[in-house]
């Protein structure tokens, strides 16, 4: 992680830190919290398909409809947990996941989120692909794997066998199913997400399942980057540090706009880490990675020369 980020990280732990839990938010009247947006977009997907309205659940909750809807939105005022427990109860919502959305729904009113994993939100509980999911457009820069829209099954496989030894080959398949249904997001025929990568050259180096696997996934890569939604660079060794300093994974992810062609929400930079996720809010972290992003992709192969590249790769793996 770059200095900067490291310095937004920490700034996001203290926030996290001065922060209790308690039953009842403070209003936050400025905008919408990520953390709350992602509650909203849960439980309208429960909502629905549980079959109910927003009339017909606000009068189960004894609500007026306008209350419920600015919950959905990521707008509420204030959030009690008491609350978002009785709407799990009413939309069939199982008990890991309502523990989720109950700590979604505590974290604190700030644009740079640390989400430290087991920290009010259960570890299993993924924040991510929710929000991965509503993306209209994903600007992504790896330098270590590929990232899991691109990957294919043994791909995914390999490194969940390493993340997780003690799973069981069941366990491991439904996380493998999981990701691929994922990649529904790219592949969908209405209106199929964006996707804009710089995959580092080390990413089609380091060796994952083995020399086959490795093939089948570079050659993957390089079919997959023939769509037209999908642009795929190659930032080769050569290129050396074109940001001065290292920035670690990071994705840009912006979600369209309305008619009056503005932000539907506002876009979100997402670094994953170890022991946490950081999630930046503010327009001058957005624009720094932006910018990040845009030095990257000038300094990558061009997208004809990186799917050569791919292709060459993949045939020395099987040679």
């Not at 043994?154 to 996380?175: C, F, K, T, V």
């Not at 996934?217 to 997959?224: F, S």
């Not at 996720?277 to 972290?285: C, K, M, N, V």
Request: glycine share 6%.
């Amino acid at each position: 992680m770059s200095a900067s980020s490291a310095r937004a990280s920490d700034s996001s732990r203290d926030a996290a830190r001065g922060t209790e839990p308690s039953d009842r938010l403070s209003p936050d009247s400025t905008a919408s919290t990520l953390p709350r947006r992602q509650l909203g977009r849960y439980l309208r997907d429960w909502r629905t398909q549980a079959g109910l309205t927003i009339a017909e659940a606000s009068r189960l909750m004894e609500w007026g409809a306008s209350t419920l809807q600015r919950l959905e939105k990521g707008q509420a005022d204030r959030i009690r947990t008491i609350d978002i427990q009785e709407l799990c109860h009413i939309y069939g919502i199982p008990d890991e996941l309502s523990d989720g959305l109950k700590g979604l729904a505590q974290q604190a009113a700030v644009k740079s989120w640390w989400h430290g994993y087991g920290d009010l939100i259960p570890e299993n509980f993924d924040v991510y692909v929710g929000l991965e999911a509503s993306a209209r457009r994903l600007a992504c820069y790896q330098s270590e794997l590929v990232l899991g829209l691109f990957q294919i099954a043994d791909y995914a496989r390999a490194l969940n066998r390493s993340g997780y030894p003690d799973d069981s080959d069941a366990e491991i398949e439904r996380r493998i199913q999981l990701r691929l249904q994922r990649q529904a997001l790219i592949t969908r025929k209405a209106v199929p997400a964006t996707v804009d990568v710089v995959l580092h050259e080390s990413v089609l180096r380091r060796v994952v399942g083995g020399a086959k696997v490795m093939a089948a996934q570079l050659r993957h890569l390089a079919d997959i980057s023939t769509q037209p939604n999908i642009c795929l660079r190659i930032l080769p060794f050569a290129a050396g540090v074109p940001l001065g300093v290292s920035t670690g994974p990071f994705t840009v992810l912006a979600f369209g706009t309305d008619s009056k062609g503005q932000p539907v929400e506002p876009p979100v930079v997402y670094a994953e880490g170890l022991t946490g996720d950081l999630y930046l809010e503010r327009q001058a972290d957005v624009r720094r990675y932006d910018r990040a992003h845009e030095c990257l992709q000038r300094s990558a192969l061009d997208i004809q020369s990186s799917r050569h590249l791919l292709r060459q790769v993949a045939k020395e793996y099987v040679a």
